[in-house]
């Protein structure tokens, strides 16, 4: 499985950006379909998922500002981010599970940069 990230770039804190990620190979319709990111100096972490039967789940630092979504025929996972504030800034990663056996799969990350 291939993943390519792209919408990534520099904002204004309080703009908005479109994070998007497309999927190919062999895994249709992943069971989870998600976004992590890393900040500098920091661990990687979750910013939402959401799962093939349409359940989400967000960090509690962008909820109400950020919204998932997922194109399971184009096999292709959305971030829409509103109001970005600085400390959203980060490489943010795309990331797919699922399949028999259970695989996760990443992509190459796309800069997120938020100047105030």
């Known amino acids: 499985v291939q993943l390519q990230a792209s919408g990534g770039g520099l904002v204004q804190a309080g703009g908005s950006l479109r994070l998007s990620c497309a999927a190919s190979?062999?895994?249709?319709?992943?069971?989870?379909m998600g976004w992590y990111r890393q900040a500098p100096g920091k661990q990687r972490e979750l910013v939402a998922v959401m799962m093939s039967g349409g359940g989400t789940n967000y960090a509690d630092s962008v909820k109400g500002r950020f919204t998932i979504s997922r194109d399971n025929a184009k096999n292709t996972v959305y971030l829409e981010m509103n109001s970005l504030k600085s400390e959203d800034l980060a490489v943010y990663y795309c990331?797919?599970?699922?399949?028999?056996?259970?695989?996760?799969?990443w992509g190459q990350g796309t800069q997120v940069t938020v100047s105030s």
């Open positions: 190979g062999t895994m249709p319709n992943p069971n989870v």
């Open positions: 990331n797919v599970r699922g399949g028999s056996p259970w695989k996760s799969y």
